[in-house]
Each structure stands twice: as C-alpha cells, then as structure tokens.
C-alpha cells in the first residue's frame, strides 16, 4: 500500500476543491439566472402565475438537497434520461438555489415603498420598464447582503453531491480516508478547506450589510 505524506493529502485535496469550486460557481450563476426568472413572477400581476411560482418555490424549500440530487440523477434514467454526476448535480443544485435566492429577491422587491411603482406608473412606465428602471436598482441595494451570504450555503450544499459520485471536496476526502485511514487528518483538512472557502464570503457578506446600512441611513 502507498504511504500517503500530508503533502500528498493536501495536494488531492485541493485538486479537489477545485470541483467545489467550480461546481458552486454554475450553481450560483444558474440559480441567479432562474431566480430572477421566478422572483419576476411571483412580483408579476398574474395571480396564476404568483400561485406557480410560490409552489415552485416551496418545492424545493421543502424537501432536502439530497432528495433532489437523488431524483436528478436516479430519477431522470428511469425515464431514459441518462445523465452524468456533473449535470445532475448542476442541475439540482441550480434549481435549489433559484428556489432560495427568489425568495430572497422577492422580499427585497417587496421592500421598495409603494409609492414607487405608484409615481413609476404616473410618468408612464409599463410594469416592465418600472421594474427595470425603478424598483429593481433600488431592490438591489438591499439584495446584495443576503445574496453573498447565501453563497456560503451553495458552497456547504456542494458537499452533497458525493452522494451520487461526484468527486469534489467531501467525495475526496471519503476517498483518501478508506486509502490512507488517517480520518482525523483527512477530515480536518476537509474542513479547514471549506472554512476557507465560506469563511471570507461570510466577511464580506457582514461588510456590505454594514456598508449599505450605513449609506442607507445617510
């Protein structure tokens, strides 16, 4: 059997978080992508739509990340749909995150006075125009904040997609575990990766709330 040095450890370890990495970036970006899709409708006239969307929403609230990585990797080859570990984890975890930074949004849009969407239709502007021109830049400010912070859970959400046999950060450490039996070595180091990982963007997430408390005050 191979001796397995700390370097040696850290090393795959590290190639590893890469997949993490990158992994939550697409989960991110996607979920950003259909979030504002969603969060658009659910704040839309349309009170069929607003009804869809909410039960879209509490879908996948409601029902565990694992669940969801099951169903898009096992799920969709029932139906002969035969999809890789990377896709069905890009996937769910996509979906996952749009269901959450929706919410997140919508709440900031609701936040925004009435009066905005009011003196918005006095000039003129169609729903569509308010929404761009008005209501969602001023959404934004306070939208940021939350939406760095919930980063930080799409990172801890990747750990998950082990289960289905995509090698990333947790996947790794599993592995190097059963061929070095090292579990306090291993794991530690697992963990101090994902500390780095979260730990700055949980920073920075605290920063911007301060920062955007402050100017709002001004």
């Known amino acids: 059997m191979p001796e397995f040095t700390l370097w040696d450890i850290t090393r795959n370890?590290?190639?590893?978080?890469?997949?993490?990495?990158?992994?939550?970036?697409?989960?991110?970006a996607g979920g950003a992508i259909v979030g504002l899709l969603v969060t658009l409708a659910r704040v839309s006239k349309f009170k069929?739509?607003?009804l869809l969307m909410r039960g879209y929403i509490e879908l996948f609230q409601g029902t565990p990340l694992l669940m969801q990585l099951f169903l898009a990797f096992f799920g969709l080859s029932l139906i002969g749909i035969e999809v890789s570990p990377w896709v069905a984890a890009s996937?769910?975890?996509?979906?996952?995150?749009?269901a959450f930074?929706?919410?997140?949004?919508?709440?900031?849009?609701?936040?925004?006075?009435?009066?905005?969407?009011?003196?918005s239709a006095s000039l003129g502007l169609s729903w569509l125009e308010a929404m761009r021109y008005v209501i969602l830049p001023q959404a934004l400010r306070i939208a940021i904040p939350p939406t760095v912070g919930f980063s930080v859970q799409v990172v801890k959400g990747t750990a998950l997609a082990s289960i289905i046999g995509f090698v990333e950060l947790t996947k790794a450490g599993t592995m190097l575990n059963n061929a070095t039996f090292q579990p306090f070595?291993?794991?530690?180091?697992?963990?101090?990766?994902?500390?780095?990982?979260?730990?700055?963007?949980?920073l920075y997430a605290h920063s911007l709330e301060a920062k955007l408390h402050a100017a709002r005050r001004t």
């Not at 996937?91 to 749009?98: E, G, K, Q, V």
Request: aromatic fraction near 12%.
């Open 91 to 98: 996937l769910a975890l996509t979906l996952w995150s749009s």
């Open 185 to 202: 070595t291993v794991f530690s180091l697992v963990a101090l990766m994902y500390f780095a990982l979260c730990y700055p963007l949980s």
């Open 48 to 50: 069929a739509l607003r």
């Open 101 to 119: 930074l929706a919410e997140i949004w919508r709440g900031c849009v609701e936040a925004i006075p009435k009066g905005q969407s009011e003196a």
């Open 13 to 28: 370890l590290l190639l590893a978080a890469r997949w993490t990495v990158l992994l939550s970036l697409i989960a991110f």
